[in-house]
Structures are given as structure tokens and as C-alpha cells.
């Protein structure tokens, strides 16, 4: 099963940012928390990672609670093209564990 | 550099036919992993196999056989297909042991109907 809740869908008005909670009450030590989207029915494109520091790249910044127990994902300017259905995944990466998905968050970036 | 390569990217079959589903990638990555997608569904794991030789099942294994013919391909075979394995199936490798990001990278999908 799933290790993350998250809600199934969330709205955001063009330009402004998308803040997508994700639960992962039972991460473990060794777990990082992973974000991908997936657009329409293309395969799922790898977003972001992180342990417990808070991380920022090109696309996106990840806050991850002190506890680790809750992440958000951050799309600072969210537009037309970020529509789509976010997952967050906790799994380590140094094996080849199970890396399950859930059932994800949909986003619809409004105009 | 192709990255992970799924075929065919879409099928037909009758119900009781086989087929296989191959796939293959080129970045030295020892794990790789089948999902099948549902419509309006998130991914559900099949199978994944965390190095060359070994095999495991995920969430939703049963109808399904697996191959990992060496460290670049991982094969997911139907026997006697039926409609509930009308799907999108991908293929992910991931890198392993190290120092690495263990980022999944994805295949295009191969879209199976079985009538």
C-alpha cells in the first residue's frame, strides 16, 4: 500500500503558487519523499526529492517538516502547463524497494 | 540516448491470447519496475526487480510473469489475458547503491485492450 495521503484535487489561479500537502506519518529514517507529475497519460516526470532539508530546483521547492511526518510541494507560479495529477512517494534510494504511487493529487491551474 | 524504451506501445488481444511486453533501457540502472494505469487511476505496481536475477511482486502481481533477461531488460508477460488487464502499462529503471538521486525514469507507455 500507498506510505502518503493526499488530496485528490486542488485549484490554483494562474500565476499564483500551488502549495500540494502530502501525509507520510510512517516514514522511516532512510526514506526521502519524492514528487513527480503526470500529464495527461504520459509517463510520470520526476519533479523533486528530498530527505529533511527543504529543497529547491527549477521546477519546484519542497518543505518537509521537522518531524518528517508532512512535505509540500511548491510550484511558485503555477501556469496552464502545470495541470496535471501530482504524486508524492516516500521510498530510499539506495535499494530497489517498492517505489509506490497512490493515487495522487489533480491540480487544475485556472486562467 | 534513448533512456527506457517500451514495445509495442499499443496492442490488441483477445481474451485467453498471450503476450509479452518487453523493455528496455540504457542508462546501467539495476532496478526496474511495471506499473499498469487504470483510467481516472494512479499507478499501481506489478512487478519490479531490484537487480539483475532477482524478481519481486508489487500490489497488483496476479496475471503476470516477469523476466529480467539481464541488467537492460525487464519483460511482463500476460498468459491468458482478460479484459481487467485492459490498462497503460510503464516501464521505470532506477538507479541504486551509492551515491544517486534513485529517481524513476519512465518509458512512453504501451496501451493494451483486451477484448
Known amino acids: 500500500d ?3 495521503t493526499q488530496p485528490p ?4 489561479a494562474e500565476g499564483r503558487a500551488a502549495n500540494l500537502p502530502c501525509n507520510h506519518s510512517t516514514i522511516s529514517g532512510n526514506e526521502y519523499v519524492y514528487w513527480y507529475r503526470q500529464i495527461h497519460s504520459q509517463g510520470p516526470q520526476y519533479i523533486i526529492h528530498g530527505l529533511k532539508n527543504n529543497e529547491t530546483n527549477e521546477m519546484a521547492s519542497l518543505i518537509i517538516t521537522e518531524d518528517r511526518k508532512s512535505s509540500t510541494l511548491i510550484l511558485p507560479h503555477a501556469t496552464l502547463r502545470d495541470t496535471a495529477v501530482y504524486y508524492c512517494i516516500v521510498s530510499a534510494p539506495n535499494t530497489g524497494n517498492q517505489f509506490y504511487f497512490g493515487t495522487g493529487t489533480s491540480l ?3 486562467p | ?7 509495442p506501445k499499443f496492442q490488441v488481444l483477445k481474451t485467453g491470447q498471450s503476450m509479452t511486453l518487453q523493455c528496455a533501457q540504457d542508462m546501467n540502472h539495476n532496478s526496474m519496475y511495471w506499473y499498469r494505469q487504470d483510467p481516472g487511476m494512479g499507478l499501481r505496481l506489478i512487478y519490479y526487480s531490484a537487480s539483475e536475477g532477482t524478481t519481486d511482486k508489487g500490489e497488483v502481481p496476479n496475471g503476470y510473469n516477469v523476466s ?3 541488467k537492460r531488460e ?3 508477460r500476460l498468459e491468458s489475458a482478460a479484459p481487467s488487464q485492459t490498462s497503460v502499462y510503464f ?3 532506477r538507479k541504486t547503491g551509492g551515491a544517486n538521486t534513485g529517481e524513476l525514469f519512465f518509458g512512453e507507455g504501451s496501451r493494451l485492450t483486451v477484448l
Open chain 1, 108 to 110: 487544475t491551474v485556472i
Open chain 2, 1 to 7: 540516448n534513448a533512456g527506457v524504451t517500451q514495445t
Open chain 1, 2 to 4: 500507498a506510505k502518503t
Open chain 2, 91 to 93: 516501464c521505470a529503471s
Open chain 2, 68 to 70: 529480467r533477461l539481464n
Open chain 1, 9 to 12: 484535487s486542488m485549484d490554483c
Open chain 2, 74 to 76: 525487464f519483460s511482463l
